[in-house]
């Protein structure tokens, strides 16, 4: 998740609190890295850890619960795997890194600041509640950290330039691009991406298109 120096800051703070923090973060399309221009990057991160904070981790019977556990114990040590190898290469830790008590696979949600490129919360997929967020100072720049990986299914930025938003869509390598929202799971549209992550999409007509086969058909003087 990208988020540029024109963007809605504190808006961009709450929907990325939510969209990250969805059934713990194990999900696909989940945002991992955060890169925030650097112009903004403090507004964002205060912004940010209060949104956090008010996140409720519990039994997710209880109405006032907003996430619940991970799915099994190798995702809890992965987590303070994670946790442990970022602050040891000189990520701040603002928020969380921790397993919640003994009962269940809980684990705090976790807000990483400062995180150099070469932790491992950088190149691999925590599929869990950290988030590790950098800085950055230009569109090449950021765009080349996007790309930087051979995974390819998703990428959210905020902005409020229609430029920059082409830009993006041109730019990233990435099956799904979203803008200022998450909505990207539509059964009318696409959903899939490359590199790493695929070739092929379910979803929209894209879906079915593997099972047919196309046929040119041509006549004259009939």
């Not at 290469?89 to 070469?118: C, D, H, W």
Request: proline share 5%.
């Amino acid at each position: 998740a990208i988020v540029f120096a024109d963007a809605d800051v504190p808006a961009a703070a709450r929907q990325l609190a939510t969209a990250k923090f969805r059934n713990a973060g194990q999900v696909c399309v989940s945002p991992t890295r955060f890169l925030v221009h650097e112009s903004v990057y403090a507004q964002f991160v205060d912004s940010f850890v209060a949104a956090v904070s008010a996140i409720k981790v519990g039994n997710g019977l209880d109405k006032e619960t907003r996430m619940g556990p991970l799915a099994n114990s190798r995702r809890v040590e992965a987590m303070e795997m994670f946790v442990k190898d970022a602050v040891g290469q000189g990520a701040k830790l603002l928020l969380g890194g921790k397993r919640i008590g003994t009962e269940g696979y809980f684990f705090e949600p976790t807000v990483l600041v400062n995180v150099p490129m070469s932790a491992r919360i950088m190149s691999e997929e925590p599929f869990g509640p950290i988030v590790p967020i950098a800085s950055f100072g230009s569109f090449d720049e950021v765009v080349a950290e996007a790309n930087r990986l051979p995974y390819g299914l998703a990428a959210y930025a905020f902005t409020a330039s229609l430029k920059t938003a082409t830009a993006i869509g041109a730019a990233f390598e990435s099956g799904m691009v979203s803008i200022n929202h998450f909505g990207l799971a539509l059964p009318e549209t696409p959903f899939g991406g490359v590199k790493d992550s695929g070739y092929g999409s379910e979803g929209g007509t894209e879906g079915i298109e593997a099972y047919l086969t196309t046929k040119f058909i041509t006549q004259v003087g009939l």
